[in-house]
């Protein structure tokens, strides 16, 4: 398993054609590996203002282990 820091999940949302990125993916996608613990998710929520996007991201997120 792997614990994605905040500043990669930033680069993930606002850069996704950027190497990290695309690691990211690829971990989520094809090995459903990465992990989330609670303070990385508020930090990912408390940078997105747009309610419609937050509550997304919130709903998705929330789904990792």
Excluded at 49 to 58: I, L, N, V
């Amino acid at each position: 398993m792997v614990l994605v820091d905040t500043s990669v999940w930033i680069d993930f949302f606002q850069h996704p054609e950027s190497v990290y990125s695309k690691k990211l993916e690829d971990l989520i996608k094809n090995h459903n590996r990465v992990i989330l613990c609670g303070i990385i998710l508020q930090e990912i929520l408390q940078g997105i203002r747009d309610e419609r996007s937050y509550g997304a991201a919130k709903k998705r997120l929330s789904l990792l282990p």
